[in-house]
């Protein structure tokens, strides 16, 4: 922002840095604009409930109306839309695309606003590296609070932490499927070995257990019929393990494609992670917190906020994994141990600490400063603020042949351009609109893998030319929300030429960075865009000099 660096300077870089591992930076502007925002003070179930899919919303009103789902789905369009929003308008629920806004609305409000701008950019890196997209269904109601409560508070802290929150929360757990995963037909489960041990108890207290544990067991099963009753056939989950989780979890979240994994640890660490699973919204969700709490504790299950741990189809067989042996008979302790391992293996903290070294200096980072991190990352368990510390103090951050040569992702280039700009804002669609034109449409990546974070995947002819419009309209005031006043970054004279303009403006909004404004006056000389005021007055000079600047190759590296 205008000002920073000599803010930066007059406090010393030690000092600044220390601030931004704190992250504790108050900022009016950025509580302000969230709080406009009601979901961010939700808990994560109830997001869920309130924001929920139309496929719910279908199933709730159909059940309503004493309609079959087959029923609904008949009725003409417009009456089936007058009904869903006859429902909506009931019992108070909100249409999923509110709930987009908001995390769209955040995201930026956060990454212009906020003066942490360390926690913000390693929050989208951890967001990045452990990716959940809007574009799955039954993800989408919770990636708000996945950013919010998983990666958001463990951004800075210790990386066991981060993959423990990543692997809990509902919208990873339903984004690679483990939700529904479940032990094979037959497998004895962890229910099964509790009960089991419960029902061997001696003398009076034994045959009581039994009589009660056969009832238990009776009665949950004529629950879940019940439960799958309304259910569509096309949307009942299959008994089975699925090995979605545990392939990402090794091959991109923790050890690495390369990390001396097999097939055989992919499948042992799914059937680990049976059972891990999500608490339903609604009403199902009241009585199953209640049942859990009266008596599923004994059989193994646990339920946390949204999360729910179903002892009865978690794989409780005996297992290896990376050549340590698992006992039979576990039950959610075997999921964290995995994470416990996984987290601490070397090729965890190799393959982490080549990710750091991409996204902060260089596409082909030096193989010094990948080992100098990865050892950082082994001695402290994985201590983000002690790597963002080797990281500031390493020879290869300074070195000439790395600064300046990472390209700004679309998200990165408007946000550093408001901020560049100081200019007034106000989350808008036509911002988010421009980030999508540019290439990145927020939270929409649908691979696990994140947005590729290399000047390959973002530079082309197209996208260059929709950078080059993105700053020309910005710098006109031509983009909904963001209003500039150029007098905030120049309080001088307007210049009376495009290139003294040019040269009043590069150092302002690059400091210290060598621009070729002899190749951009060119450029910035061209007859201005139709959708503008008009020609090349004194009045327009400023607007078309920052526009290209903006614009230019050097501003569009970090």
Same mark, same amino acid.
């Given at each position: 922002?205008?000002?920073?660096?000599?803010?930066?300077?007059?406090?010393?870089?030690?000092?600044?840095?220390?601030?931004?591992?704190?992250?504790?930076?108050?900022?009016?502007?950025?509580?302000?604009?969230?709080?406009?925002?009601?979901?961010?003070?939700?808990?994560?179930?109830?997001? @869920?409930?309130?924001?929920?899919?139309?496929?719910?919303?279908? =199933? %709730?009103? *159909?059940? &309503? +109306?004493?309609?079959? $789902?087959? #029923?609904?789905?008949?009725?003409?369009?417009?009456?089936?839309?007058?009904?869903?929003?006859?429902?909506?308008?009931?019992?108070?629920?909100?249409?999923?695309?509110?709930?987009?806004?908001?995390?769209?609305?955040?995201?930026?409000?956060?990454?212009?606003?906020?003066?942490?701008?360390?926690?913000?950019?390693?929050?989208?890196?951890?967001?990045?590296?452990?990716?959940?997209?809007?574009?799955?269904?039954?993800?989408?109601?919770?990636?708000?609070?996945?950013?919010?409560?998983?990666?958001?508070?463990?951004?800075?802290?210790?990386?066991?932490?981060?993959?423990?929150?990543?692997?809990?929360?509902?919208?990873?757990?339903?984004?690679?499927?483990?939700?529904?995963?479940? @032990?094979?037909?037959?497998?004895?489960?962890?229910?099964?070995? =509790? %009960?089991? *041990?419960? &029902? +061997?108890?001696?003398? $009076?207290? #034994?045959?009581?257990?039994?009589?009660?544990?056969?009832?238990?067991?009776?009665?949950?099963?004529?629950?879940?019929?019940?439960?799958?009753?309304?259910?569509?056939?096309?949307?009942?989950?299959?008994?089975?393990?699925?090995?979605?989780?545990?392939?990402?979890?090794?091959?991109?979240?923790?050890?690495?494609?390369?990390?001396?994994?097999?097939?055989?640890?992919?499948?042992?660490?799914?059937?680990?992670?049976?059972?891990?699973?999500?608490?339903?919204?609604?009403?199902?969700?009241?009585?199953?917190?209640?049942?859990?709490?009266?008596?599923?504790?004994?059989?193994?299950?646990?339920?946390?906020?949204?999360?729910?741990?179903?002892?009865?189809?978690?794989?409780?067989? @005996?297992?290896?994994?990376?050549?340590?042996?698992?006992?039979?008979?576990?039950?959610?302790? &075997?999921?964290?141990?995995? $994470?416990?391992?996984?987290?601490?293996?070397?090729?965890?903290?190799?393959?982490?600490?080549?990710?750091?070294?991409?996204?902060?200096?260089?596409?082909?980072?030096?193989?010094?400063?990948?080992?100098?991190?990865?050892?950082?990352?082994?001695?402290?368990?994985?201590?983000?603020?002690?790597?963002?510390?080797?990281?500031?103090?390493?020879?290869?951050?300074?070195?000439?042949?790395?600064?300046?040569?990472?390209?700004?992702?679309?998200?990165?280039?408007?946000?550093?351009?408001?901020?560049?700009?100081?200019?007034?804002?106000?989350?808008?669609?036509?911002?988010?609109?421009?980030?999508?034109?540019?290439?990145?449409?927020?939270?929409?990546?649908?691979?696990?893998?994140?947005?590729?974070?290399?000047?390959?995947?973002?530079?082309?002819?197209?996208?260059?030319?929709?950078?080059?419009?993105?700053?020309?309209? $910005?710098?006109?005031?031509?983009?909904?929300?963001?209003?500039?006043?150029?007098?905030?970054?120049?309080?001088?004279?307007?210049?009376?030429?495009?290139?003294?303009?040019?040269?009043?403006?590069?150092?302002?909004?690059?400091?210290?960075?060598?621009?070729?404004?002899?190749?951009?006056?060119?450029?910035?000389?061209?007859?201005?865009?139709?959708?503008?005021?008009?020609?090349?007055?004194?009045?327009?000079?400023?607007?078309?000099?920052?526009?290209?600047?903006?614009?230019?190759?050097?501003?569009?590296?970090?």
């Amino acid at each position: 922002r205008p000002g920073d660096v000599d803010r930066v300077v007059a406090l010393g870089l030690e000092r600044w840095l220390d601030q931004q591992l704190h992250a504790e930076l108050p900022s009016r502007d950025l509580d302000a604009a969230l709080a406009t925002l009601p979901a961010l003070a939700m808990s994560t179930t109830e997001i @869920a409930q309130t924001y929920p899919n139309p496929g719910r919303v279908l =199933r %709730l009103a *159909a059940r &309503e +109306q004493g309609l079959s $789902l087959e #029923g609904i789905q008949q009725l003409p369009e417009p009456e089936r839309r007058r009904m869903l929003r006859a429902y909506r308008d009931r019992h108070g629920l909100e249409p999923p695309r509110a709930l987009v806004a908001q995390l769209l609305a955040q995201k930026l409000a956060r990454a212009v606003y906020s003066p942490n701008q360390l926690h913000e950019v390693l929050t989208d890196f951890w967001f990045n590296h452990f990716n959940v997209s809007l574009e799955d269904n039954q993800a989408r109601p919770y990636v708000l609070a996945y950013e919010r409560d998983a990666i958001r508070p463990h951004a800075r802290g210790a990386f066991r932490a981060l993959l423990g929150a990543t692997a809990r929360h509902p919208a990873m757990l339903h984004y690679l499927d483990n939700a529904q995963s479940t @032990a094979p037909s037959g497998a004895r489960t962890t229910m099964d070995a =509790r %009960l089991d *041990a419960f &029902e +061997q108890q001696p003398g $009076l207290r #034994g045959r009581i257990a039994r009589r009660r544990i056969a009832e238990g067991r009776r009665r949950m099963k004529q629950e879940q019929a019940r439960a799958m009753e309304q259910v569509p056939e096309a949307l009942r989950p299959r008994r089975g393990v699925n090995e979605n989780y545990a392939r990402e979890l090794l091959e991109l979240h923790t050890l690495g494609v390369d990390g001396g994994y097999t097939q055989h640890d992919v499948e042992a660490v799914a059937r680990a992670f049976t059972g891990w699973s999500v608490v339903p919204p609604g009403e199902r969700a009241d009585r199953l917190r209640a049942r859990v709490e009266r008596e599923g504790h004994r059989a193994g299950f646990v339920l946390e906020d949204a999360f729910l741990f179903r002892a009865d189809v978690h794989d409780a067989g @005996a297992k290896t994994l990376l050549g340590e042996p698992f006992a039979e008979g576990g039950g959610l302790e &075997e999921g964290e141990r995995v $994470l416990d391992l996984v987290a601490a293996h070397p090729a965890t903290a190799r393959h982490l600490a080549r990710k750091l070294a991409i996204r902060f200096v260089s596409d082909d980072p030096p193989a010094a400063l990948v080992d100098t991190l990865a050892t950082v990352f082994a001695e402290t368990g994985g201590d983000v603020p002690a790597l963002m510390r080797a990281l500031a103090y390493a020879p290869a951050f300074w070195e000439a042949a790395h600064t300046q040569r990472k390209v700004k992702s679309p998200f990165e280039l408007a946000v550093s351009a408001v901020r560049a700009l100081g200019a007034d804002f106000r989350p808008s669609r036509a911002l988010i609109e421009w980030i999508d034109r540019m290439g990145q449409p927020l939270y929409r990546y649908a691979a696990p893998t994140g947005f590729p974070d290399a000047a390959a995947h973002w530079i082309n002819a197209g996208a260059l030319l929709h950078r080059m419009q993105f700053a020309l309209a $910005l710098a006109d005031n031509r983009v909904d929300g963001v209003q500039v006043d150029l007098d905030v970054i120049d309080e001088s004279h307007e210049p009376e030429s495009m290139a003294a303009a040019l040269a009043a403006y590069a150092p302002l909004l690059m400091p210290e960075q060598d621009v070729d404004l002899g190749a951009l006056l060119p450029l910035a000389s061209e007859p201005a865009p139709p959708a503008t005021t008009g020609g090349h007055d004194a009045a327009r000079i400023p607007a078309q000099a920052v526009g290209t600047l903006l614009g230019s190759p050097a501003f569009q590296r970090r």
